[in-house]
């Protein structure tokens, strides 16, 4: 799957760059003596270099929601998102290689100037609409979508973060691209769906971690639950999540996770997205200190993002 979702009349795409994918993701051994120390192998599965503009998770869940669109001849992508977030920036970008019109239904005030974040979205060719927080909460009930319906006219609508069916079976392709043996899969956890869609991609004998960056994430076993029973029919792979490794709740940081980031990126040369890859590579190097894997466990880390807005 791949260049042909992209395929459309040259007119609704003008002039524009052609799209190139790095796929399947590239994955490098981590050469780290605390793992040594452990006899543990961790193999960095580097998604965040599929494309700098939708890496990782994001090309993952669009990709068939993209095929899904065009299959129901609707040529508009809407979706949610706070004024952050790399959801909103991926689907702006998915728009404009792909030739479709997208909108951006930002959580809480506009506020001028645009942050890097929307900004990147506007150049892209996304529209903009905001939601006080109180109508946010309630954004997928029946009349806040037929309110959007009425005021933009007929579009396909993916959730906040991008999770749904399609984005399943697309997270669900990542296993069958590593041809190194490996025990358990290491992913951070915002919404949910690239866990539920790996876990099920994995063989019985492999296992899937996913950490949550949201403080109190245990809530979110019911979701993934209810994503996989959407799109499998059942509760599917071998997962787990680990809870405490938050550092505060979402888009929050502490000294201690930034002193991890910046030995990190010493050590490697890697500078680890510190809302969610950092977290995510913190527990799973905690994890490995604290002796929960056996020495021969092989690790892959899911590197699903960036830690900069991309230039256009």
């Given at each position: 799957m791949?260049?042909?979702?992209?395929?459309?009349?040259?007119?609704a795409?003008?002039e524009?760059?052609?799209?190139?994918?790095?796929?399947?993701s590239?994955?490098?051994?981590?050469?780290?003596?605390?793992l040594?120390?452990?006899?543990?192998h961790?193999?960095?599965?580097?998604d965040?270099?599929?494309?700098?503009?939708?890496?990782?998770?994001?090309?993952?869940?669009?990709?068939?929601?993209?095929?899904?669109?065009?299959?129901?001849?609707?040529?508009?992508?809407?979706?949610f998102?706070?004024?952050y977030?790399?959801?909103i920036r991926?689907t702006?970008?998915?728009?404009?290689?792909?030739?479709?019109?997208?909108?951006?239904v930002i959580?809480?005030?506009?506020?001028q100037?645009?942050?890097?974040s929307?900004?990147?979205?506007?150049?892209r060719g996304?529209?903009?609409?905001y939601?006080d927080?109180t109508?946010?909460?309630?954004k997928?009930s029946?009349?806040?979508?037929?309110?959007?319906?009425?005021?933009?006219?007929?579009?396909?609508?993916?959730?906040e973060?991008?999770?749904?069916?399609?984005?399943?079976r697309?997270?669900?392709?990542i296993?069958?691209?590593l041809?190194?043996?490996?025990d358990?899969?290491?992913?951070?956890?915002?919404?949910g769906?690239?866990l539920?869609?790996?876990?099920?991609?994995?063989?019985p004998?492999q296992?899937?971690v996913?950490v949550?960056?949201?403080?109190?994430?245990?809530?979110l076993?019911?979701?993934?639950?209810?994503?996989?029973?959407?799109a499998f029919?059942?509760?599917?792979?071998?997962?787990?999540?680990?809870?405490?490794?938050?550092f505060?709740?979402y888009a929050?940081?502490?000294?201690?996770l930034d002193?991890?980031?910046?030995?990190?990126?010493?050590?490697?040369?890697?500078?680890?997205?510190?809302?969610?890859?950092a977290k995510?590579?913190?527990?799973l190097?905690d994890?490995?200190?604290?002796?929960?894997?056996?020495?021969?466990?092989?690790?892959v880390a899911?590197?699903?993002?960036?830690?900069?807005?991309?230039?256009?």
């Open positions: 791949g260049e042909a979702l992209w395929s459309c009349d040259a007119g795409v003008g524009r760059e052609s799209l190139s994918l790095r796929l399947p590239p994955v490098f051994e981590l050469p780290d003596d605390r040594t120390a452990a006899g543990v961790v193999l960095l599965k580097r965040d270099l599929i494309h700098p503009e939708f890496p990782g998770n994001k090309w993952r869940k669009l990709k068939y929601n993209v095929a899904a669109t065009r299959e129901l001849g609707l040529g508009t992508l809407l979706t998102g706070g004024a977030s790399n959801h991926a702006a970008a998915v728009g404009y290689y792909g030739g479709f019109a997208t909108i951006g959580r809480g005030e506009e506020h100037p645009l942050n890097p929307l900004e990147y979205a506007v150049r996304m529209q903009l609409t939601l927080r109508t946010y909460r309630a997928t029946k009349a806040v979508i037929d309110g959007l319906r009425r005021e933009f006219g007929a579009f396909y609508l993916l959730p973060g991008g999770s749904n069916t399609e984005a399943l697309g997270c669900a392709e296993p069958s691209e041809t190194e043996s490996f358990v899969l290491f992913c951070a956890v915002g919404t769906g690239t539920a869609g790996v876990a099920a991609g994995l063989s004998q296992s899937a996913g949550p960056v949201l403080k109190g994430g245990g809530y076993e019911r979701e993934i639950i209810d994503l996989q029973t959407s029919g059942a509760r599917s792979g071998s997962w787990r999540l680990e809870c405490d490794y938050h505060g709740g929050k940081r502490t000294a201690e002193m991890f980031i910046e030995d990190f990126a010493g050590r490697h040369g890697l500078l680890l997205d510190w809302v969610y890859e995510m590579m913190y527990a190097f994890l490995v200190e604290r002796r929960a894997f056996a020495p021969g466990t092989t690790i899911l590197i699903s993002g960036s830690a900069e807005v991309p230039e256009v």
